[in-house]
């Protein structure tokens, strides 16, 4: 089970974390990732995790201006948003990858899903 929390309403420039927490699974030894959802748009990846930290990966909106990060003791993984635009309004999921170890982009990897947070920014 995964609880995304940290939304709200920002303006823009300004700055949110998300939070994802797990329980039911063993959380450190996957990869985890974030996406999001605009109204009246699909569903796109925003950024991902390996299990340890180390590696991440970002889609090119949101480089430079996204932190992805994760403690593995307390079975969270972060969103660290800053510099926020309007474009970035969205519901922002998290999500796990039960079955690989590399990190990864496609939605279709992801095989247990958050139920999203709201992220508003205003102009």
């Known amino acids: 089970q995964l609880q995304a929390s940290g939304g709200g309403l920002v303006q823009a420039g300004g700055s949110l974390r998300l939070s994802c927490a797990t329980s039911?699974?063993?959380?450190?030894?996957?990869?985890m990732g974030w996406f999001r959802q605009a109204p009246g748009k699909e569903r796109e990846f925003v950024a991902s995790?390996?299990?340890?930290?180390?590696?991440?990966y970002y889609a090119d909106s949101v480089k430079g201006r996204f932190t992805i990060s994760r403690d593995n003791a307390k079975n969270t993984v972060y969103l660290h948003m800053n510099s926020l635009k309007p474009e970035d309004t969205a519901v922002y999921y998290c999500?796990?990858?039960?079955?690989?170890?590399?990190?990864?982009?496609?939605?279709?990897?992801?095989?247990?899903w958050g139920q999203g947070t709201e992220v508003t920014v205003s102009s």
């Open positions: 039911g699974r063993t959380f450190s030894t996957h990869v």
């Open positions: 995790i390996g299990w340890s930290g180390r590696s991440t």
């Open positions: 999500a796990i990858d039960s079955s690989r170890t590399e990190i990864s982009s496609r939605m279709a990897d992801y095989d247990y």
